[in-house]
Structure formats: structure tokens, C-alpha cells
């Protein structure tokens, strides 16, 4: 970045731009470096959330219009694209950054219209239930058969338990929430994952945790116990 550029704003303008520059998508063996290609991206994505929207859909559509435009670039990228922002165990996921790449490959040229209908899904999906959303009401019943509904608990902060009671995961998961101090205004609600939820949450794993504030309002979408933690750490401070 040229050292006339002072301001944060500059800087960023400039960083997003030029980002990959000296990267040479058509070059194989910069594709295949894993301290090159994947490390480049994996900063880059870590990146654009701490950007303006804006700013980050520039810096998205001007990585799109280059490596795609070439079948080994565009096949290496979508993989990157998916192992971070889909796999379930990423700690690098978030849907909204997700959205930008989705809808940028889904203006583009290089994708053919069969590629385009499965973007088109994953979009829609990825777009369910995101931070600063109201989260989707539904049905469910406690562990002595009652029905209860999500909104039943609008006035209360909730954190949000999908689980599967076959999942070995879940079992472990839930010993180590079991043993973690949360804040006295915070409830746990556990909720044995459906078919019509996994459809309205597109759950992607289990367990699933949403970090709810009042309202029903999403503060942290599928998160990792210790991001979860984290996060109710940060609002005790």
C-alpha cells in the first residue's frame, strides 16, 4: 500500500482493489501453493467482513472477474469458496461474506445456467436466519411432550440448542455446555432437530447453536460452543 495513502479508508480502498494483483490465476503452480493460493484467500476472506459492504462487493466482483475466467482458477476457487464458507466445521463461515460470492458467481459469464440453479439454492439457504434477522418461529415440545413455540420466549435472551438425540457429537457437546457459567438473563433452550427444521434453518451439522437476543433477534448464526462463549464473554465485560 503507497504510503501517501494515510487514511484508514484509503488504505482499505486500496488493499481491496489491488488484493490480487501479483496473483497469476492462470499459473498452476501459484494455484497449487498452498502458502500462495489458499493462505492469499483465506486472508482475504478474513478480510472483508471487517470492510464496508460496499467495499467488500467491490473487492468480491473484482476477485470473480479473474478467477473464474480461467477452468483451473475457477475450479481450485469454488473449492476454497465451499470448504470455507459451507463445510459445517470451518471456523471461517459467515453467511453474509457467503452471500457476496454467491451472488457475484451468479451474475457471472463463466457459469453456465445448471451451476447457476445450484448457486441460486445455496444462496437461498445461506440466507436464512442471518445475525440482525428475526429468527423463523416454530413448533417444538420439551423433553415431557409439551409444545412450546420460539416466540414464546421473544422477552427473553435464548440460546438456541439444535440437536439430534443419535448424535454422539450432541452428547459432548452438551456435557460441556453443561459445565460453563452463563449469564443469569441467558436461558438454553435444547431442541431436537426435524425435518421442517432442517429446512427452516438449513442445518448444516450437529448440534447447531444460535445466540438469540430479545426479540428473537439473531446475535450469532450456527456458531462453535467457543464462539458462543466468547461472544457472552465479550457482553459481561
Not at 490480487?20 to 501459484?30: A, E, G, K, R, S
Not at 454467491?102 to 457459469?111: D, P, V
Not at 427452516?200 to 447453536?209: C, D, E, G
Request: net charge negative; glycine share 2%; charged share 30%.
Amino acid at each position: 500500500i503507497p504510503d501517501s495513502l494515510q487514511t484508514i479508508e484509503e488504505r482499505a480502498n486500496f488493499l481491496c482493489e489491488h488484493y490480487w494483483d501479483n496473483f497469476d490465476f492462470m499459473d498452476t503452480l501459484q494455484l497449487n501453493n498452498p502458502n500462495l493460493a489458499e493462505q492469499g484467500f483465506v486472508n482475504f476472506i478474513d478480510l472483508l467482513p471487517r470492510l464496508p459492504q460496499e467495499l467488500a462487493k467491490q473487492s468480491i466482483a473484482a476477485f470473480t472477474s479473474h478467477a473464474f475466467a480461467y477452468p483451473a482458477a475457477k475450479s481450485k476457487m469454488e473449492r476454497l469458496i465451499e470448504h470455507y464458507f459451507d463445510d459445517p466445521n470451518s471456523p471461517l463461515r459467515d453467511d453474509r461474506t457467503y452471500l457476496l460470492f454467491l451472488e457475484e458467481m451468479g451474475k457471472s459469464a463463466y457459469f453456465d445456467e445448471t451451476e447457476k440453479e445450484r448457486l441460486t439454492f445455496k444462496r437461498t439457504n445461506a440466507n436464512k436466519n442471518l445475525p440482525g434477522d428475526i429468527a423463523t418461529d416454530f413448533t417444538f415440545k420439551d423433553q415431557e411432550g409439551k409444545s412450546h413455540r420460539l416466540r414464546d420466549y421473544k422477552e427473553r435472551k435464548v440460546i438456541l440448542y439444535f440437536y439430534d438425540p443419535e448424535c454422539e457429537n450432541c452428547h459432548r457437546v452438551s456435557r460441556w455446555l453443561n459445565e460453563q457459567v452463563f449469564p443469569t438473563d441467558i436461558m438454553r433452550l435444547d431442541v431436537e432437530a426435524t425435518t421442517q427444521l432442517y429446512h427452516l434453518y438449513s442445518l448444516r451439522a450437529m448440534p447447531t447453536i444460535y445466540l438469540l437476543d430479545k426479540g428473537n433477534q439473531v446475535v450469532l448464526k450456527d456458531c462453535s460452543p467457543e464462539m458462543l462463549l466468547a461472544k457472552l464473554h465479550d457482553v459481561i465485560q
